[in-house]
């Protein structure tokens, strides 16, 4: 059941929103992970790739991408900001609570 409930939120997260909204939204949260020695950038460029190539794959497979010396070696990835508002933190504070008391049941 907690499977098919997250599969039904990230389908509602991909729907309505698009792909720089949805990584602005995801360095914004994972900001505090830098406490624990996280980036936030390094887990956004890694989604970001991994949906550019997830909907358009490299020509020769993803085998091209170990190959050095490729077209897309100075290629820039702009990584775009978002704020977290009070309603956001109302929000993720209640996800939060409900999915730890779900994990208890």
Known sequence: MRLLV???????LLEYLD????IAGLIAVARP???LGL??????????LVLRYAQEPPPGGWRALLVA?????????????ATIGWWDWIVIVT???????????
């Open 69 to 81: 010396g490729t077209d897309r070696d100075d290629e820039v990835l702009a990584l775009p900001r």
């Open 33 to 35: 992970l830098a406490l």
């Open 19 to 22: 792909g720089p909204l949805l």
């Open 39 to 48: 980036s936030s950038e390094r887990l956004a460029v890694r989604l970001m």
């Open 95 to 105: 996800v939060t609570l409900l999915g730890t008391y779900g994990v208890f049941l």
């Open 6 to 12: 997250t599969v039904m939120l990230v389908a509602i």
